[in-house]
T-cell receptor, first 111, second 114 residues
Framework: AQSVSQHNHHVILSEAASLELGCNYS??????LFWYVQYPGQHLQLLLK??????LVKGIKGFEAEFIKSKFSFNLRKPSVQWSDTAEYFC?????????FGRGTSLIVHP | GAGVSQSPSNKVTEKGKDVELRCDPI?????LYWYRQSLGQGLEFLIY????????KSGLPSDRFSAERTGGSVSTLTIQRTQQEDSAVYLC????????????FGPGTRLLVL
């Protein structure tokens, strides 16, 4: 069985602060990894994804994530957050055809 | 083009009643997923359809839950004899095929069982 753990449930930052959201997963085989974001009042949408190749992947709006296989981690980062990054962030792992999502991290950025 | 749509956007029902939730996927997407999101929880997988293959129902929490997909397009999730613990947001997503492809989510149906 696969599982996903997001360590930070609520994060509050000021604009221009750096962001790192943790995501750890457990699965015995090859996985595909995703970060989805849900802005207030909007649908869930893809932020970035990793399938293979360069473990550092870049997504929309300046976000990036690094896949560290030895640590079973796929942490999301952004060097300088903006007020518009206020949203709910979900990490997801797909080992087979069924994705498993983490509980989500609520990020609030103060202007 | 049009995204994934779901209806109704909100549904209030009484305990014991049946409800039907509808999902219209993106045209051409062969894969369709249903999820449930309870307050403060992540997305819980319920069921997925891939083309004309038999659906994977492994996430359905009880036999009160069922889903069908007609003509490889529109899907309906039915909850029979609703219980208060069924209150949640039900999300639908579609993708080109199952697996690696990006999933495109609908706005969800917020279900409240009184």
């Amino acid at each position: 069985a696969q599982s996903v753990s997001q360590h930070n449930h609520h994060v509050i930052l000021s604009e221009a602060a750096s962001l790192e959201l943790g995501c750890n997963y457990s699965y015995g085989g090859t996985v595909n990894l995703f970060w989805y974001v849900q802005y207030p009042g909007q649908h869930l949408q893809l932020l970035l994804k990793y399938f293979s190749g360069d473990p550092l992947v870049k997504g929309i709006k300046g976000f990036e994530a690094e896949f560290i296989k030895s640590k079973f981690s796929f942490n999301l980062r952004k060097p300088s957050v903006q007020w518009s990054d206020t949203a709910e962030y979900f990490c997801a792992v797909m080992g087979s055809y069924i994705p498993t999502f983490g509980r989500g991290t609520s990020l609030i950025v103060h202007p | 083009g049009a995204g994934v749509s779901q209806s109704p956007s909100n549904k209030v029902t009484e305990k014991g009643k049946d409800v039907e939730l509808r999902c219209d996927p993106i045209s051409g997407h062969t894969a369709l997923y249903w999820y449930r999101q309870s307050l403060g929880q992540g997305l819980e997988f319920l069921i997925y359809f891939q083309g004309n293959s038999a659906p994977d129902k492994s996430g359905l929490p009880s036999d009160r839950f069922s889903a069908e997909r007609t003509g490889g397009s529109v899907s309906t999730l039915t909850i029979q004899r609703t219980q208060q613990e069924d209150s949640a947001v039900y999300l639908c997503a579609s993708s080109l095929v199952v697996g690696k492809e990006t999933q495109y989510f609908g706005p969800g149906t917020r279900l409240l069982v009184l």
